[in-house]
């Protein structure tokens, strides 16, 4: 059974910072490319930065430069470390594990992490 586990969210002011954490199991974690996602009230799920499985991080353009994403394949685990953060970072954070097989794609969600940037 795959499980993704996300921690490390919470209040936050203005400008400060934070490490979420997502614990995989049950895949083979350095086959897999690890994202993370966030919906804020009311909109869509966007894209926030991934890591592929040779360690290349892709980031959105409103996280560039204040946003580290990371991997520890000998702990099944990818980071994301958040600085400078914005009000507008307020979102729940999800982890996502995927990869492209021959016979279609293996696609898993975390139950996701609540972000709340406010002073």
């Known amino acids: 059974q795959v499980q993704l586990v996300e921690s490390g969210g919470g209040l936050v002011q203005p400008g400060g910072s934070l490490r979420l954490s997502c614990a995989a199991s049950g895949i083979t974690f350095s086959m897999y490319a690890m994202g993370w996602y966030r919906q804020a009230p009311g909109k869509q799920r966007e894209f926030v930065s991934a890591i592929s499985s040779d360690g290349t991080p892709h980031y959105a353009d409103s996280v560039k430069c204040r946003f580290t994403i990371s991997r520890d394949n000998a702990k099944d685990t990818v980071y994301l470390q958040m600085g400078g953060l914005k009000p507008d970072d307020t979102a729940v954070y999800y982890c996502?594990?995927?990869?492209?097989?021959?016979?279609?794609?293996?696609?898993?969600w975390g139950q996701g992490t609540q972000v709340t940037v406010s002073s």
């Open positions: 996502n594990a995927y990869k492209a097989f021959v016979w279609g794609d293996s696609n898993y």
